[in-house]
């Protein structure tokens, strides 16, 4: 497959992907700008999961991302906390009523269709191809790469417990599976 078949497949791909977010968040009244707020939430960690966070993740501005915010807060869609050791930073985290809009939206149904005609094997290998594809793309842009904790050059084993080797602190396993906007793979060391 030459780039420029590479380039129209994933482009008409991510066109699907928010076609179908048009028409989830749409069903749920949401934007699918919020919506992609809304599913960063829910994967991220509390090291990520502020107004800062979102706008690194997303690539908007500061200020589309916190009226954004500020419609998902209203519909009840997330929850606001503050940072327990610094009273300036605010977490948002998505409610029960969010993790269910979720729930019906992600993974696009499309994609599981389509899936669902491949071998696992098939999908791991797509999965591994997509990972690396991307995670090259982040490294030529040189992006932040949001990936998940568990594979960051700071998460540290330590016995039968994990701690964050940038910030000291200890993470529980689920934390480890959330990613962060911290992250940076081994290699970057």
Do not use: W
């Not at 939206?105 to 899936?115: I, K, W, Y």
């Not at 568990?150 to 959330?178: H, I, M, Q, W, Y």
Request: net charge positive; with cysteine; glycine share 6%.
């Amino acid at each position: 497959m030459s780039l420029k078949q590479v380039h129209n497949t994933l482009e008409r791909l991510c066109n699907l992907l928010r076609v179908e977010a048009r028409e989830q968040g749409a069903g749920g009244g949401l934007l699918p700008v919020q919506l992609e707020a809304l599913h960063y939430l829910f994967q991220c960690n509390r090291y990520s999961d502020t107004v800062q966070g979102v706008t690194e993740y997303l690539g908007q501005t500061k200020g589309t991302v916190s009226q954004t915010l500020k419609v998902l807060e209203n519909r009840g869609l997330i929850t606001r906390h503050p940072d327990s050791s610094d009273r300036r930073l605010v977490h948002f985290r998505p409610s029960r009523s969010g993790r269910r809009q979720l729930a019906h939206a992600v993974p696009a149904r499309f994609l599981s269709a389509a899936l669902e005609t491949k071998s696992a094997t098939e999908t791991q290998q797509l999965a591994d191809d997509l990972i690396e594809l991307l995670r090259t793309a982040q490294e030529t842009r040189a992006m932040k790469t949001f990936g998940a904790c568990k594979t960051c050059r700071f998460n540290e084993r330590v016995a039968s417990r994990f701690r964050c080797g940038l910030t000291g602190e200890s993470l529980s396993k689920p934390d480890t599976e959330k990613i962060c906007r911290e992250h940076q793979y081994p290699e970057a060391c």
